[in-house]
């Protein structure tokens, strides 16, 4: 079956850095999302790779390795509205869209 | 601005009640959109995907006569839940994707619609 595993929760301190992980096992890939959702609010758009590396979009960087199947996102310089859930989703052979359960970033000042 | 819209945003009504939720594309044309369902702290789960002109694909264990979908034009799909019980209170979130951007481009999500089913 397919399977995307991201930890349940997180906490961090204003100002420092987060990585969150997610691992993968999917049937074909066709690249991997990160999105943002606040409570009560849908998915917000972060970033997406495809091709190993690393992918740096101001203080949000994401890291893919396809050989592992792992993923991960990094926030850097903490901010008070980061604290939010982190959906790692990867496209999978059909195009078709598998989302992890999220992860809940909690931040402290 | 928002490229998918989302209405109502928030609904009460009492059981046995049907609900009718719209999206739509405002910038572009979607031939295909797709319904999420999510529980409190819990994640997306798909429900359905939306076809322009043809029937909806339902997702294992989602009664299609429950959760009717019509995606009537390119840019319209509504998600209609019949006779609402208490267990059908969720958060319900539509996503499209413009089919001239490719495949592996993010979707574009309306911003969802509380159902509270009293």
């Known amino acids: 079956g397919q399977n995307i595993d991201q930890p349940t929760e997180m906490t961090a301190t204003e100002g420092a850095i987060v990585q969150i992980n997610c691992t993968y096992q999917?049937?074909?890939?066709?690249?991997l999302f990160w999105y943002q959702q606040h409570a009560g609010e849908a998915p917000t758009f972060l970033s997406y790779?495809?091709l190993d590396g690393l992918e740096e979009k101001g203080r949000f960087s994401s890291f893919l390795s396809r050989s592992k199947g792992y993923s991960y996102l990094l926030l850097k310089e903490l901010q008070m509205k980061d604290s939010a859930s982190y959906l790692c989703?990867?496209?999978?052979?059909?195009?078709?869209?598998?989302w992890g359960a999220g992860t809940k970033l909690i931040i402290k000042p | 601005g928002a490229v998918v819209s989302q209405h109502p945003s928030w609904v009460i009504c009492k059981s046995g009640t049907s609900v009718k939720i719209e999206c739509r594309s405002l910038?572009?044309?979607?031939?295909?959109m797709f319904w999420y369902r999510q529980f409190p702290k819990q994640s997306l789960m798909l429900m359905a995907t939306?076809?322009?002109?043809?029937?909806?694909?339902?997702e294992q264990g989602v009664e299609k006569d429950k959760f009717l979908i019509n995606h009537a034009s390119l840019t319209l799909s509504t998600l209609t839940v019949t006779s609402a019980h208490p267990e059908d209170s969720s958060f319900y979130i539509c996503?499209?994707?413009?089919?001239?951007?490719?495949?592996?481009?993010?979707?574009?999500f309306g911003d969802g619609t509380r159902l509270s089913i009293l």
């Open positions: 996503s499209a994707r413009d089919p001239l951007t490719g495949e592996n481009q993010p979707q574009h």
């Open positions: 910038d572009f044309q979607a031939t295909t």
């Open positions: 939306s076809n322009e002109g043809s029937k909806a694909t339902y």
């Open positions: 999917t049937s074909g890939f066709n690249g």
């Open positions: 790779n495809v």
């Open positions: 989703a990867v496209l999978d052979s059909n195009y078709q869209l598998i």
